[in-house]
């Protein structure tokens, strides 16, 4: 959530970010409504409040009319406490769930716009000329299965659409682009961590995944859990309701975990294959730093996405994140994406979002410098999202014959193998 002093003391701002994310900015007014009733109510109950205490001490020593007339003060003091009490309540709750609804502060180099309205910032490697190597390439599900690597037909039949099983060498793959990217992120000073796939509501809805997000979200109503669709969610609720060290900052975690989104709305998007699924494994950067650090911070993890995408030798290009695709927690996000021969276009493969003290103030994850106490930044960062990798590996690095050159930054983790073979043609 936004800092409430900085709605009364620049509104313009918010209703200007808001207008930018292609949101309600009639929120805006309403939250400031109901935060001046909070503060008022809040006002009047601490003058009844004080007043109600201060007759307390005078009953006792009054006689007669005088101590009659206290006692009948007292009983209104009484219920105009009260009254005050749930007014301040339910005010301080309108408050809160606008302030919730309302999406983090646009950063103002943000490209105003909607999902086509992204600014490219850089492009990097170099486009396979197919034709002039003599072959069309094949799309990746018909390399996967060549390769006995893919089966989406059986994961279909187990569980449903967009559901797949790795099979042989794509097993394999995956586990090799999961301890490759551990290693790099180790490498770079972040901790490894393996996180929960089941979160509390609190954990979901203080990293901002039940407003916007919400249609996307498996929900289990017997245990009132959830399912993560990142393991941004338990890696930013980790430190939940602590307050850290300063001199500890900046903390980084590398997560790995399961990802589940229902992917609702993009029906007949990306149907075949895996690259849009509703299950995936990814590993994920987590940084917390202080907030007037995070700008740089967020300059670190796009440079460490880049250097896993160079390593794997795929053609990408860095974009900067229109206002109206932002999500609701990111102040920015700058995606990388991959280019997609058989598409014929770059596709996202990973981004990397700074939240300022957006998340923090949610879960109330604060930072001590000496005698100050303030909320700090969250930042994070896709490193793998494993069956979209796949999709560009084998895409990018196959061969006439249906084999596929495998990046020399996986081969330590494949047995020092240099390509994956088809097993039928």
């Not at 009254?83 to 919730?100: F, G, H």
């Not at 187990?158 to 490498?187: C, D, I, K």
């Not at 249906?402 to 983790?413: I, N």
Request: net charge negative; proline share 4%.
């Amino acid at each position: 959530m936004i800092d409430l002093r900085l709605l009364r003391e620049d509104p313009d701002r918010v209703r200007a970010s808001q207008r930018a994310r292609g949101e309600d900015v009639a929120l805006v007014d309403s939250l400031l409504s109901a935060d001046e009733r909070r503060r008022s109510s809040g006002v009047r109950f601490d003058e009844l409040r004080a007043e109600q205490k201060q007759l307390g001490k005078l009953i006792p020593k009054a006689t007669g009319d005088e101590k009659a007339e206290l006692l009948k003060r007292a009983d209104q003091l009484k219920a105009d406490v009260k009254a005050a009490d749930a007014e301040r309540d339910a005010a301080d709750a309108e408050t809160q769930e606008l302030l919730l609804r309302l999406g983090n502060l646009v950063h103002p180099d943000v490209p105003v716009g909607g999902e086509e309205d992204f600014v490219t910032l850089e492009t990097h490697g170099t486009i396979r000329d197919f034709g002039a190597e003599g072959f069309d390439p094949k799309d990746h599900l018909e390399l996967g299965q060549l390769l006995g690597a893919i089966d989406v037909e059986r994961g279909a039949k187990v569980s449903g659409s967009r559901f797949y099983f790795l099979t042989g060498v794509g097993a394999l793959l995956e586990l090799a682009l999961v301890n490759a990217a551990m290693a790099q992120a180790t490498a770079a000073g972040f901790t490894p961590m393996l996180t929960p796939a089941l979160v509390r509501p609190q954990s979901m809805a203080g990293t901002g995944f039940l407003g916007q997000a919400a249609q996307d979200v498996y929900h289990l109503d017997k245990d009132d859990l959830y399912l993560v669709g990142t393991s941004e969610v338990p890696l930013a609720a980790y430190h939940m309701d602590e307050i850290l060290d300063a001199a500890k900052l900046p903390m980084r975690y590398a997560g790995f975990s399961p990802c589940f989104r229902r992917e609702a709305g993009s029906h007949g998007k990306d149907t075949r294959g895996i690259f849009r699924v509703h299950q995936f494994d990814k590993v994920e950067m987590f940084s917390y730093v202080a907030p007037e650090d995070s700008q740089a911070e967020h300059q670190r993890l796009l440079e460490w996405e880049k250097q896993w995408l160079t390593s794997l030798e795929l053609p990408f290009r860095v974009i900067d994140v229109a206002s109206g695709d932002l999500g609701s927690s990111a102040a920015r996000k700058y995606d990388c994406e991959a280019w997609i021969p058989t598409q014929g276009k770059y596709r996202e493969l990973t981004s990397t979002s700074d939240c300022t003290e957006f998340q923090s103030r949610r879960l109330s994850i604060r930072v001590r410098e000496g005698k100050t106490v303030r909320p700090l930044a969250t930042l994070n960062g896709t490193l793998c999202a494993v069956p979209r990798t796949i999709v560009a590996i084998l895409e990018n690095h196959q061969q006439a014959d249906g084999s596929v050159r495998v990046p020399e930054v996986l081969r330590p983790y494949l047995g020092g193998r240099e390509v994956l073979e088809p097993v039928s043609k």
